[in-house]
Nanobody
Framework: QVQLVESGGGLVQAGGSLRLSCAAS????????MGWFRQAPGKEREFVAA????????YYPESVKGRFTISRDNAKNTVYLQMNSLKPEDTAVYSC???????????????WGQGTQVTVSS
């Protein structure tokens, strides 16, 4: 069992940056691939970034590639999402999740955090 708690969300102007953190409980964190997802009001949850258990492999959709960076510190049981050049369309609740093998497929993730709100003003 892994419990995930996100932090770092907030209100930022367009063009600004935020860094989200996802702290995990449990000694097996380093064995899980991790992902970040977001859900805006009235929209489906979408994939934002994923990282392998080792941190060597990362994946992004085109909508955030070059602006967002996922990383992890297994010694601290934490995964991060650095978000730069933020746009109003990035506004959403951001959640982290854990799975066995790194993937963009949402239904493959089975441990989820509660999420943190990110609001980007124009």
């Amino acid at each position: 069992q892994v419990q995930l708690v996100e932090s770092g969300g907030g209100l930022v102007q367009a063009g600004g940056s935020l860094r989200l953190s996802c702290a995990a409980s449990g000694r097996t964190f380093s064995s899980y691939a991790m992902g970040w997802f977001r859900q805006a009001p009235g929209k489906e949850r979408e994939f934002v970034a994923a990282i392998s258990w080792s941190g060597r492999s990362t994946y992004y959709p085109e909508s955030v590639k070059g602006r967002f960076t996922i990383s992890r510190d297994n010694a601290k049981n934490t995964v991060y999402l650095q978000m730069n050049s933020l746009k109003p369309e990035d506004t959403a609740v951001y959640s982290c999740a854990a799975t066995d093998s790194v993937t963009y497929i949402i239904t493959s993730y089975y441990f989820w955090g509660q999420g943190t709100q990110v609001t980007v003003s124009s």
